[in-house]
């Protein structure tokens, strides 16, 4: 249903050429578009919305707690605005047959996500959202917003340089009076505080992801419930038919609008739909690769342990033939040395006893001349006194 909702509120933006009415509005009460889509409690000062109402310029929107609506602009722009929000159209000069103009839009607080329409396709500069901190300038592109107390994230969400639609690469200039950051990389985001110029731009982390997604998980799960009869959504149908009859427009135009748009949608969904599936196979082929990768290294690794084992085994083998060789050969030498110092001692031992006996001898031979040469002295020394007494015998 809420798609249906889109087409036909498309066939009201697309055919705004014929736009009488809007001309013959006052200032106060200038037409930019129609609400789209509806979930929990979404007002203005002086209205509840529902789905197929006209929004009106410089009206405020508030959408409150679990609540959201999505807005489709008379250029084909689309304003969704999250939970908890407040939102204030304040700019929207359009000239539906050159497809220039200005848009200018204010978020008080909570969040906005933005698809760019025709006056963004013609000038990507004339698409500005104004926050507390600063201004977000949109250059053919979607990109979301969320307003806090004292800070402003701004989320990229595409298409981007390289997108596979062939659609104009799209960027967000977010600045203030200290400085500015160019977001064009999808899903790359940055964040702007009071006093100070905008963050760098970084890629957007999961978490940060849910955060976003959570302010507009409201307009997401509103869904025509089971109970919806088939005669309420041919009312609904009526009833927007009834406006574009109003604007001048014919059955037959509104048919073929209905048609060329719902072909559009198709055409830009199956796009999408091919580039989610060749994401997937690049996905796929690439975690692949890594499993090839993987299980070549394990491979490798294990190759490579097997011959690190046999190498060490045939080292053990090295080192122990070796060493037995070593043990063997020590032991030999030590054998035959053990067996010549054998061999050389008794040989030596005779030797030197024999060296002993002949110098006991030869001692034992100069101790017997000593010994006969002391007898010979002492016998002459005898003799000598002996012929001294006889000699003084005589004398007397």
């Known amino acids: 249903m809420k798609k249906f909702f889109l087409a036909l509120a498309l066939f009201l933006i697309t055919l705004s050429s014929s736009l009488r009415a809007a001309e013959e509005l006052s200032i106060e009460k200038q037409l930019i578009g129609i609400v789209g889509a509806t979930s ?27 609540s959201g609506t999505q807005i489709l602009l008379l250029d084909q722009s689309t304003f969704t605005i999250g939970e908890d929000s407040e939102v204030v159209m304040d700019t929207f000069v359009y000239d ?44 053919g592109t979607e990109f979301q917003t969320i307003v806090t107390r004292g800070k402003t994230d701004t989320l990229l969400i595409g298409p981007g340089k390289n997108n596979t639609l062939g659609m104009r690469a799209g960027a967000v200039l977010v600045g203030n009076n200290l400085g ?14 009071k006093g100070k110029a905008p963050g760098q731009a970084k890629k957007i982390t999961k ?3 849910k955060k976003f997604n959570k302010k507009m998980k409201a307009l997401r799960m509103a ?58 196979k690049a996905k796929a082929e ?11 290294n394990k491979k490798g690794k294990k190759k490579k342990a097997v011959k690190k084992k046999n190498a060490k085994k045939k080292k053990a083998v090295k080192k122990k033939s070796s060493s037995k060789k070593k043990k063997a050969v020590k032991k030999k030498s030590s ?22 006996k002949v110098v006991k001898k030869k001692k034992v031979v100069k101790k017997k001349k000593i010994a006969k040469k002391k007898k010979i002295v002492k016998k002459k020394k005898a003799a000598k006194k002996k012929k001294a007494k006889n000699k003084r015998k005589k004398k007397k």
């Open 40 to 66: 929990g409690i979404v007002k203005t000062e002086t209205r509840e919305l529902k789905p197929g109402d006209k929004i009106y310029l410089n009206e405020t929107i508030y959408a409150g707690v679990d």
């Open 96 to 139: 539906p047959d050159t497809n220039d103009g200005k848009i200018v839009a204010s978020v008080k607080q909570g969040s906005l996500k933005v698809i760019s329409g025709l006056i963004s396709k013609n000038n990507p500069d004339n698409l500005t959202v104004e926050v507390p901190e600063g201004t977000l300038g949109s250059r």
């Open 180 to 193: 500015q950051t160019l977001l064009d990389n999808p899903y790359s985001m940055t964040s702007m505080v």
């Open 207 to 209: 978490n940060q992801l």
């Open 223 to 280: 869904k025509l419930s089971p109970e919806d009869t088939r005669a309420e959504r041919k009312e609904l149908k009526q009833a927007l038919k009834k406006e574009l009859k109003a604007l001048g427009l014919e059955k037959e135009e509104i048919k073929t609008v209905i048609k060329e748009n719902i072909k559009k949608d198709k055409e830009k969904k199956v796009a999408i739909k091919k580039e989610r599936a060749e994401k997937k």
């Open 286 to 296: 690439k975690k692949k690769d890594k499993k090839k990768k993987v299980a070549k």
């Open 335 to 356: 054998s035959k040395k053990k067996k010549a110092v054998k061999k050389k001692s008794p040989s030596k031992k005779k030797k030197a006893v024999k060296k002993k």
